[in-house]
């Protein structure tokens, strides 16, 4: 059965930072490119970061260029978000998704950035 | 970033067809664009339906399809059934010096 897990998720202060993390199993993970969507409270999906197989290539929304990294430890089967520089319009539920052709997604994790 | 636009709000009669559109600030929808269509129900994460345009997954009912129509993506379904009440999204892939994804802001279709 194919899992994707995320930890990490949390409360934290403006100007902090969080790592998330995203355990995969079930499929083989080093072959396919990996992202982060995240979605506000009572709003939509945006997509926040990619990362390709072997963690060479990675691209970012405009929104969190400088602030977030994204990267892959093929080894562990595990995807990571590390996030500085946090802002409240940060605050969101973020989900990994990868696998053949975007077909698996996580429960989520909260973020939520509040003082 | 690009902006894609879908409409926020569709209903559709039981048995009856719907289509859903996708549309992109810099120009027509491609198959370049590479579009995913998803579905999302409350309290759930999103699922994946329609992946490049129109090839399903799997957990895919048939009775969704995916297109491009009139310089837009599509996502039709057909035979209308109340579990399919939820919101849909599209996303499309742009290239540059990365290839980056854009969200549309979501359909919330209705089956009444």
């Known amino acids: 059965e194919v899992q994707l897990v995320e930890s990490g998720g949390g409360l934290v202060q403006p100007g902090g930072s969080l790592r998330l993390s995203c355990a995969a199993s079930?499929?083989?993970?080093?072959?396919?490119?990996m992202g982060w969507v995240r979605q506000a409270p009572g709003k939509g999906l945006e997509w926040v970061a990619n990362?390709?197989?072997?963690?060479?290539?990675?691209a970012y929304v405009d929104s969190v260029k400088g602030r977030f990294t994204i990267s892959r430890d093929n080894a562990k089967n595990s995807l990571y978000l590390q996030m500085n520089s946090l802002r409240a319009e940060d605050t969101a539920v973020y989900y990994c998704?990868?696998?053949?052709?975007?077909?698996?997604w996580g429960q989520g994790t909260l973020v939520t950035v509040s003082s | 970033q690009a902006v894609v636009t879908q409409e926020p709000s569709l209903t559709v009669s039981p048995g009856g067809t719907v289509t859903l559109t996708c549309g992109s600030s810099?120009?027509?929808?491609?198959?370049?664009?590479?579009p995913y269509w998803f579905q999302q129900k409350p309290g759930q994460a999103p699922r994946t339906l329609i992946y490049?345009?129109?090839n399903k997954h799997s957990w895919t009912p048939a009775r969704f399809s995916g297109s491009l129509l009139g310089g837009k993506g599509a996502l039709t379904l057909s035979g209308a059934q109340p579990e399919d009440e939820a919101e849909y999204y599209c996303?499309?892939?742009?290239?540059?010096?990365?290839?980056?994804?854009?969200f549309g802001g979501g359909t919330k279709l209705t089956v009444l």
């Open positions: 079930g499929f083989t993970f080093s072959n396919y490119w």
């Open positions: 996303l499309l892939s742009y290239s540059g010096a990365r290839r980056t994804w854009v």
């Open positions: 490049e345009t129109s």
């Open positions: 990362i390709n197989q072997d963690g060479s290539e990675k």
């Open positions: 998704l990868g696998g053949d052709y975007a077909g698996y």
């Open positions: 810099t120009g027509a929808v491609t198959s370049g664009h590479y």
